[in-house]
């Protein structure tokens, strides 16, 4: 008579599955923090660059300074979706409301009036979105998952 593989022995389906899923899972791993590594490092070669090239013109314009708040928001979101391994959304938000802050504030002058009331249309809704993402966040998270007051 053959014994059937028991489902704690080495050979079994379940087994292999189960060390297939750790392999997978530690090469997801390692990708993300390679990834997050590279990100952060393109985020602070970018920041330099463009800070240099702010000293060499000998001023810092509005969309400059714009420029490097973006950069910061980028480098917060990447530490703290290191720490926490979750993708903080409102710094999205954050990064997209000082993009078209940006755009604004440079090309106001050039755009049709539509376009400057899209644009800051658009900043109003992400504005809200915002209010909305704190609210449901502080109502609605588990007490461990809620962020630091900043």
Do not use: C, N
Request: aromatic share 8%.
């Amino acid at each position: 008579m053959i014994a059937a593989a028991s489902p704690a022995s080495p050979a079994s389906p379940g087994a292999l599955r189960a060390r297939i899923q750790r392999v997978g899972a530690r090469l997801v791993e390692a990708f993300t923090t390679v990834a997050l590594f590279v990100i952060g490092g393109t985020i602070v070669w970018s920041a330099i660059h463009d800070y240099v090239a702010m000293i060499h013109s000998g001023r810092g314009r509005l969309d400059d300074i714009l420029l490097l708040f973006i950069y910061l928001e980028l480098g917060a979101m990447v530490g703290i979706y290191f720490k926490t391994e979750r993708l903080p959304v409102l710094f999205l938000l954050y990064v997209a409301i000082t993009a078209l802050t940006r755009y604004m504030a440079v090309d106001a002058k050039q755009l049709p009036l539509e376009s400057v009331l899209t644009v800051a249309a658009s900043i109003l809704l992400l504005a809200v979105a915002v209010l909305l993402l704190r609210i449901a966040d502080s109502r609605y998270a588990a007490p461990q998952d809620r962020e630091e007051p900043r």
